[in-house]
């Protein structure tokens, strides 16, 4: 399965990146505009629909249309697991319903002092079958523009 890496340093406390990355209003305002991404739902795993944190178990039913050309996307997430401490926190995601055969996100922060490493790890499978997976080595050719500008705006947000 490809593996898609970025990681960068973030001028703030770890805190604070990860309490941004905690709900839906950190990942609305990291998806580049021309994903036209929408929420659609989100249930905790107790079935409480718009929970204050996403913990594990929680659904994201989203919907994005690229460039608004084609139909809309649909796409669910279920946050898998999730842990803090003073140093590292992490979550982990993955896809449930999608455009990929697979795809298992890890969202990683670790203190630096005052600062913070931020690394996103997607590990992914493209649909198509044997296509795909022909494809798939150049797959991260198509995630770097996306994983760049959420980089880019967590600075612009927190820095």
Request: with cysteine; aromatic share 10%; proline share 7%.
């Amino acid at each position: 399965m490809p593996v898609y890496q970025r990681r960068t340093r973030v001028a703030a406390p770890l805190e604070r990146v990860w309490e941004f990355h905690s709900d839906t209003s950190g990942l609305k305002a990291l998806t580049p505009t021309w994903m036209n991404l929408e929420i659609e739902a989100v249930r905790g795993p107790d079935g409480e629909e718009n929970p204050d944190e996403l913990v594990a178990g929680t659904d994201i039913e989203m919907s994005m249309q690229p460039f608004g050309i084609g139909p809309r996307q649909r796409w669910t997430s279920r946050i898998l697991a999730r842990e803090a401490n003073e140093k590292t926190a992490w979550f982990r995601d993955d896809m449930v319903d999608g455009p990929f055969r697979n795809w298992v996100h890890t969202h990683r922060f670790r203190a630096d002092g005052d600062e913070t490493v931020l690394e996103d790890r997607v590990k992914y499978t493209l649909p198509c079958g044997p296509l795909g997976d022909l494809a798939g080595v150049f797959g991260g050719l198509g995630l770097e523009p996306m994983f760049r500008a959420r980089h880019r705006e967590t600075k612009a947000y927190l820095e």
